[in-house]
Nanobody, 115 residues
């Protein structure tokens, strides 16, 4: 089993910054990638950013240049630094860990950007 604990969400004004953290524990071996998805009300869940075990990163076009994903292997934690936030970034952000045998999700953390 894998447990993912997210933190760092909150309310911020447009143009501000937040950093999300996702700490993984449990059977965290053979990880293919970790990342962040988000889901806004009435919309489907979408990939925001991901990072592979080889540190290859991928970003949604809507966040490229504003968000940065990174990880600390010693802490089994992945981060999402979000800068220049926009109201359209408002969503519940979910951490994902993908490994052989399945994908695991965190419970989500709310990010609200006011205009």
């Amino acid at each position: 089993q894998v447990q993912l604990v997210e933190s760092g969400g909150g309310l911020v004004q447009a143009g501000g910054s937040l950093r999300l953290s996702c700490a993984a524990s449990g059977s965290i071996f053979s990880i293919e990638f970790m990342g962040w998805y988000r889901q806004a009300p009435g919309k489907r869940r979408e990939l925001v950013a991901s990072i592979t075990s080889g540190d290859i990163t991928n970003y949604a076009d809507s966040v490229r240049g504003r968000f940065t994903i990174s990880r600390d292997n010693a802490k089994n934690t992945v981060y999402l630094q979000m800068n220049s936030l926009k109201p359209e970034d408002t969503a519940v952000y979910y951490c994902i860990l993908a490994k052989a045998g399945g994908n695991y999700w965190g419970h989500g953390t709310q990010v609200t950007v006011s205009s």
